[in-house]
């Protein structure tokens, strides 16, 4: 169970070439471990209204790389990625509900971001299925609800 727990973990948080551009420029700085350097660039692209910079930015407070580690600010910068549509953001945000890291721990809220995640195309499905067997019939109409306000605010943007 723990090495599911590292491997969901590594899978979900790592950021990975595949999903960023050949051009983040922040990332290559990234790799090398020269995370202040990779903020910097982050932070100029995030004042830009980068979503994945915002992302990015979250990541680096999430494991205090060139930063002290801070879970709710992690979780503040993912939260606004995710609702500016950010798949990798809302798959972070169902993550950290459903473990209460940086955040109040809610399966609700676990599911939901883990839906609107795979509704974006995000492999989320371990974390929306470890929440579902949580929730209650009445806290999955809440959930269904939820959802479909939180849509229509990502939509909207």
Not at 15 to 38: F, R
Request: hydrophobic share 40%; charged share 25%; aromatic share 14%.
């Amino acid at each position: 169970m723990v090495k599911l727990f590292y491997l969901v973990l590594i899978t979900i948080m790592s950021i990975s070439t595949d999903v960023l551009s050949d051009n983040d420029i922040g990332y290559k700085y990234y790799q090398k471990g020269n995370y202040e350097k990779a903020l910097k660039i982050w932070t100029a692209e995030a004042e830009e209204g980068n979503k994945e910079a915002i992302y990015n930015i979250g990541l680096l407070y999430f494991f205090g790389n060139g930063v002290e580690k801070n879970l709710p600010l992690a979780f503040e910068y993912c939260q606004k990625s995710a609702f500016m549509g950010s798949p990798r953001a809302q798959n972070n945000l169902a993550f950290m509900y459903n473990k209460g890291l940086g955040v109040e721990k809610s399966y609700i809220d676990s599911y939901v971001w883990a839906s609107i995640a795979i509704k974006h195309g995000y492999n989320s499905q371990l974390i929306r299925d470890d929440a579902r067997i949580q929730l209650t019939p009445a806290m999955l109409r809440d959930a269904r609800k939820l959802f479909t306000d939180i849509i229509k605010d990502i939509n909207n943007e």
